[in-house]
Each structure stands twice: as structure tokens, then as C-alpha cells.
T-cell receptor, first 114, second 113 residues
């Protein structure tokens, strides 16, 4: 079974609109961390935001926020006021319990239209 | 400050050749990871070092893949007798301590002809 599921292979959004990128995850470990990374065409993975399974509040970092719904095992990324530079691949990822590696989803390609 | 660097950025190999990919982590970072990213896919874990100790190599796809970090800083991923299915981007990441955020390098794009 897929540990991380991103159901949107591609999205087109008008500049300045808000964007929600979907992510669901699957784990039986009560302790885990969820990540979102951005990968522009240059190839480098850029860390955006992190949510711990025991965090009481949804994580926010500037224009990025994570809509964490634990019971639904959902960790959607919300980008407010999108910009042309937001066009990239976005990956949702998870680290389980005491594990060290990160498990990535297949990604969503976001296109911001001028 | 310097981030994670990888070399070469691009490598073309003929099937059957051996290749060596280098990763220079951020200075002082204890943890180092290698991931393989096939075209159109998310990165997949290959192996993990804590200092010079290879703590997890469960993601290495075959015994043709070998990684080392002999002095706990620079790491080399070696692929012997390359096959076409080895074509991918190989990403290296480091983190200051176990369990902390991973910082990724730009990757090495390997093409096996």
C-alpha cells in the first residue's frame, strides 16, 4: 500500500489565487512527521514546512500552511497568494516513528498562470 | 553558507561501466542520506549514514550499489556494472542530527546508455 498518496498529478492555478495540494498518508505508528518539499526545474529539493503528529496546531511558514487532519490522515499544503515562482513539483513526505528515512509521494506539478 | 554539493551534476555511462557519485554534506552534519529519483517519480530512499556508520541500506536495489562515508563527512555512492534501469537522479541529503530536517543537494543525473 502507498504510504503517501498525492492524487493530483498536475494543477493549473491563476496567479494570486490560493492553492491547495492534497496529500493523504498511511501509517500505524502514532509518532510521525509530515513534510512538504518543492522541487523546481533545477532539481533541488527545497524544504517548505513540517508537521509533527503530536503538534496541536497546524504548521505555518509564511505563505505556506499545512491543513493537518489527523483522523482523516490528511496533510494538505495551502499556498496563499500564489506567485509565478511557485511553479514547480511539490512532494508530500513522511517520516515514521524512530525511522530516519523520508518516504515521498509521487508529487504534484503546479503551474501558476500569469 | 555552503549547502550540500554533489558531483558530477551529470553523468553518462555505457551499460556495464562502473560509476562513482560524490556528496559533500553541510559541514558538521552528522546524518547523510542517498535517494534515487526516477523520471516523474518522488525520491526513494537508498541508504543512510550516521557519521561513518551505515545504519540503513535497505533501499539499495541490488548488490551492484555500494555507499561509503569513511571519515564521516564526504560520501560516495558507487554503482557497478550499470544497467539502463539505473538511469535516475541521485539525491544526497544531510541533517545536523538524527531526526532533524534534511537539506538536499542538487542531485546527479545519471544516464545509462
Amino acid at each position: 500500500a502507498q504510504k503517501i498518496t498525492q492524487t493530483q498529478p498536475g494543477m493549473f492555478v491563476q496567479e494570486k489565487e490560493a492553492v491547495t495540494l492534497d496529500c493523504t498518508y498511511d501509517t500505524s505508528d502514532p509518532s510521525y512527521g509530515l513534510f512538504w518539499y518543492k522541487q523546481p526545474s533545477s532539481g533541488e529539493m527545497i524544504f517548505l514546512i513540517y508537521q509533527g503528529s503530536y503538534d496541536q496546531q497546524n504548521a505555518t511558514e509564511g505563505r505556506y500552511s499545512l491543513n493537518f487532519q489527523k483522523a482523516r490522515k490528511s496533510a494538505n499544503l495551502v499556498i496563499s497568494a500564489s506567485q509565478l515562482g511557485d511553479s514547480a513539483m511539490y512532494f508530500c513526505a513522511m517520516r515514521e516513528g524512530g525511522d530516519d528515512k523520508i518516504i515521498f509521494g509521487k508529487g504534484t506539478r503546479l503551474h501558476i498562470l500569469p | 553558507g555552503a549547502g550540500v554539493s554533489q558531483s558530477p551534476r551529470y553523468k553518462v555511462a555505457k551499460r556495464g561501466q562502473d560509476v562513482a557519485l560524490r556528496c559533500d554534506p553541510i559541514s558538521g552534519h552528522v546524518s547523510l542520506f542517498w535517494y534515487q529519483q526516477a523520471l516523474g517519480q518522488g525520491p526513494e530512499f537508498l541508504t543512510y549514514f550516521q557519521n561513518e556508520a551505515q545504519l540503513d541500506k535497505s533501499g539499495l536495489p541490488s548488490d551492484r550499489f555500494f555507499a561509503e562515508r569513511p571519515e564521516g563527512s564526504v560520501s560516495t555512492l558507487k554503482i557497478q556494472r550499470t544497467q539502463q534501469e539505473d538511469s535516475a537522479v541521485y539525491l544526497c541529503a544531510s541533517s545536523p542530527r538524527r531526526g532533524e530536517e534534511q537539506f538536499f543537494g542538487p542531485g546527479t543525473r545519471l544516464t545509462v546508455l
